[in-house]
């Protein structure tokens, strides 16, 4: 019975960072601006989280690190496009090579460093219950705090008046500036947010997934964030919901791997992209809906006229 | 004291001097009409008043207190509130959240939409808080833009060209809610170049050309045509269809055409039956937003139905066929936008050209086999023909497409496709935004092409050209075309009512029932 329990906490560690990436990324654009840098935020939040770990001895200013490392670097995206309207597809893209290089820099000498693991609560008999205690009372903070996020998120688009402001601005830039809306204020805002998510995505991988530094180890996952929040139709509980199913695919195929069905390995590992993109293309079927959360500035850049 | 009083206001762009040096006052309780053709500079005047756009020079007195307007937030805190041209609505948004938008300060979307049905109510402008604004027809769009402004209880409205989008009934409508405003002690900034509608509703009116004032009047005191001397500096050639022609063959001919909405924010079209013969002009009005761009896509080809009998040209079923083999068949297209569309900005006339008649005129402008080589000395010599016919001023001999001002822009577009004298022409909203003696030249254009055998279809909302160019005139509803009408016995008032969607046969359906009850 403990082994259900195990699968399912497993499911969930791999999904958490994949759901904190697209969560930022859903923010950043239902403003209108597409941040196609997601990966290599992730990397440089997973690399300077682990660094600070590793020099301070505490995770936890490690993930406040992380953080911070991937609110910055998103700002270097920020002035380039939304200040000086760059390009944003070049430059997200840009970004993603300029994270995964440096952060091989910055974590060269940390390569086979020992890192220390965020620790999972522990709550006295809570914890200890069979079955579900583990799973509801026994995770790592990075697993609550996403779960906060995704509601906070949900809370803040559609209940208040600054999520209605930033709403607007993804539907029709020119009509908010017309409006009296700072466009490039909110943009620059939801970027940061953004950034800062991928980069606690980045430190749930060096500090909770596998608490070492290894280049690249993000391995495609900010782009299957990116994914995730086009499939979802911008709408946070579908990202959850695609984020889990994204995990329970990856997981459920690894053990299909090890008990060996005879099935190819490769198209086994092709699985949990096939499983997520069918899945949320078949609840996304309603193309009014899809069209009416799809933010209509998506990816243009706003130069206000005065 | 006047209310607002504006002195030398000066906007520059560059080399443009769009308002040079502007005097205007408005007075407590009066509708102002402000006046002038396209490119007058009058939406940039209002967007200065309004802080979208900062003056260059000038001041603003309002209330005798100079005041500066930094932003539209500081324009509504002063009592300024604005009615936009292109409506600054968010369609994914429901009406509610639209005027919350508007608002300063945290107040519940629940509370605001409250009290946009109370305000709608008490100036007979009907909404529906929940609706989400893709699902509204323009009119209603227009409505949410009123009350968002009359929510903030400013003491001077503008509008920027309110009706062009509206029915006449519906116009009347808002001329009711404007008397209301004004009754209330309110005044109304009225943008317009409507010159019997601002001598209906308008106590005073100031005329604008080319940035500068060219009179301020009382406009009821002034004739139509004296108006429209302020306005465009010399008299406009009229145009006319002249007289009844015999009409020929049968060119266009739609049957039961039926094409399902292909986004939320389309209009599908339904049994739409059409006839077009030779020698005639067919106008299809209609308020924007009722199927318009969908037909012109349908007759076009850029979006082909999958039967192809729907729509026969020259006897040939065609429905199924793309644009390029309708332009083979002699058909001819110039759809609305024209940046992006009817043209490519970036690249020169000479280009534009060729990218819509490389296949009609392949002879011409092709050469060397499969490699299609241009021909650059037919081209350019086919680009200076068609400046010259149609009257295109440009700077240089072949410049790029977007760097003309939009009316010699939509006479190169209209000239390109007249040159190949198409048997078919279809074109939408032919002088949209196009100063009048430009128009004036394109309708001229059209009409000579009818006149020389050919089937011409004009889709637009302007019913001053519908009149002028038309021998036939139907009206298109959502996405239903009625049945055409010689011009002579067409009324305004009657192509008002089927805009409304009162068709025949609602009237007919109606007075059927009577009939059978007798027997």
């Not at chain 2, 279809?457 to 075309?481: A, H, K, T």
Request: charged share 15%.
């Amino acid at each position: 019975m403990d082994i259900a329990q195990n699968i399912l906490l497993t499911i969930m560690t791999a999904a958490t960072p994949l759901l904190i990436a697209a969560i930022g990324e859903l923010v950043v654009e239902r403003s209108g601006v597409l941040n196609l840098g997601v990966e290599g935020m992730m990397v440089i939040g997973a690399v300077c989280g682990f660094a600070a770990t590793a020099l301070t001895g505490s995770p936890w200013v490690g993930m406040l690190a992380a953080i911070a490392a991937g609110a910055f670097f998103s700002l270097l995206f920020g002035v380039l496009t939304l200040s000086l309207a760059a390009n944003q597809v070049a430059t997200g893209l840009s970004l993603t090579l300029l994270g995964l290089g440096l952060s091989g820099m910055i974590g060269e000498s940390f390569v086979g460093t020992a890192g220390v693991k965020l620790g999972s609560i522990h709550i006295p008999v809570l914890t200890e219950i069979p079955l579900v205690g583990r799973l509801v009372f026994g995770q790592d903070p990075i697993f609550y705090i996403s779960l906060m996020l995704t509601g906070g998120v949900a809370w803040f688009l559609f209940r208040t008046r600054a999520g209605l402001t930033l709403r607007a601005i993804g539907d029709n830039h020119a009509s908010a500036h017309a409006l009296g809306i700072n466009v490039l204020k909110v943009r620059y805002l939801a970027v940061m947010f953004g950034g800062a998510c991928a980069g606690l995505a980045g430190a749930h991988l060096s500090l909770v997934y596998t608490p070492q530094w290894v280049e690249n180890m993000t391995a495609g996952r900010g782009w299957i964030a990116l994914a995730l929040v086009v499939f979802a139709s911008w709408r946070p509980w579908r990202v959850l919901g695609g984020a889990y199913l994204f995990g329970a695919v990856s997981i459920g195929q690894l053990h299909a791997q090890a008990l060996g069905f005879g099935i190819p390995s490769q198209f086994l590992s092709a699985l949990p992209y096939v499983a997520t993109i069918v899945v949320l293309v078949i609840i996304s079927r309603d193309r009014r809906l899809t069209l009416m959360n799809t933010p209509a500035s998506l990816g243009q850049a706003f130069v206000p006229d005065r | 004291m006047p209310l607002l009083e504006i002195r030398g206001l000066t906007k520059v762009f560059g080399s443009l001097r769009a308002c040079d040096g502007i005097d205007l006052t408005i007075a407590p309780g009066e509708i102002h009409a402000l006046l002038g053709e396209n490119g007058a500079g009058k939406s940039t005047l209002v967007k200065m008043l309004f802080g979208v756009l900062e003056p260059t020079a000038g001041t603003i007195d309002w209330k005798g207190q100079p005041v500066r307007i930094g932003s539209p937030r500081e324009a509504r805190a002063t009592g300024i509130g604005m009615v936009f041209q292109h409506f600054s609505l968010f369609e994914a948004l429901t009406v509610a959240e639209n005027i919350a938008l508007a608002l300063d300060g945290n107040v519940a979307i629940d509370r605001i939409a409250e009290e946009a049905r109370r305000l709608s109510d008490q100036y007979g402008l009907p909404l529906d808080p929940h609706a989400h604004v893709a699902d509204l027809s323009v009119g209603e769009r227009q409505r949410i833009e009123i009350v968002r402004t009359l929510l903030q209880n400013p003491e001077l409205i503008i509008l920027d060209e309110p009706t062009s989008v509206l029915t006449p009934q519906e116009a009347d409508k808002l001329f009711e809610t404007l008397e209301k405003l004004r009754g209330e002690g309110r005044s109304v900034l009225y943008i317009s170049h409507r010159l019997e509608e601002v001598q209906r509703i308008c106590d005073r009116a100031t005329v604008l050309r080319h940035g500068k004032v060219t009179g301020a009047c009382n406009p009821r005191a002034e004739t139509p045509s004296s108006l429209a001397r302020m306005m465009v500096g010399s008299e406009v050639a009229s145009v006319s269809y002249g007289g009844a022609q015999a009409p020929g063959e049968v060119l266009v001919e739609v049957r039961k055409l039926n094409a399902p909405a292909r986004t939320p924010f389309a209009v599908a079209l339904r049994d739409i039956d059409l006839t077009v013969r030779a020698g005639e002009v067919i106008a299809i009005a209609g308020v924007a937003g009722n199927g318009q761009s969908e037909l012109f896509d349908v007759l076009s080809g850029e979006v082909p139905v999958s039967d192809a009998e729907s729509v026969r040209i020259a006897g040939v079923a065609a429905g199924s066929k793309g644009i390029t083999a309708r332009r083979l068949m002699g058909c001819s297209f110039v759809p609305e936008e024209r940046h992006g569309h009817a043209a490519v900005p970036d690249m020169n006339l000479s280009g534009n050209l060729v990218l819509s008649r490389y296949a009609s005129d392949r002879k011409t402008f092709l050469s060397g086999g499969w490699l299609d080589l241009i021909n650059m000395g037919p081209v350019a010599a086919a680009t200076k023909r068609i400046s010259a016919a149609m009257d295109v001023r440009k700077s240089q001999e072949d410049p790029p497409a977007g760097s003309l001002s939009g009316g010699n822009l939509q006479k190169f577009i209209v000239g390109r496709e007249l040159d190949r004298q198409p048997r078919v022409m279809v074109v939408n909203q032919p002088t949209w935004g196009v100063d009048a003696g430009a128009a004036s030249r394109i309708r001229q254009a059209l009409v000579d092409l009818a006149k020389s055998g050919s089937a011409v279809i004009v889709i637009s909302q302007d019913l001053d050209e519908v009149f002028e160019i038309s021998s036939r005139i139907c009206v298109i509803n959502e996405g239903r075309l009625s049945a055409p009408e010689p011009v002579a016995s067409m009324t305004r008032e009657r192509i008002g009512l089927l805009m409304g969607g009162f068709h025949d046969g609602t009237a007919r359906g109606s007075a059927m029932p009577e009939a059978s009850h007798a027997h």
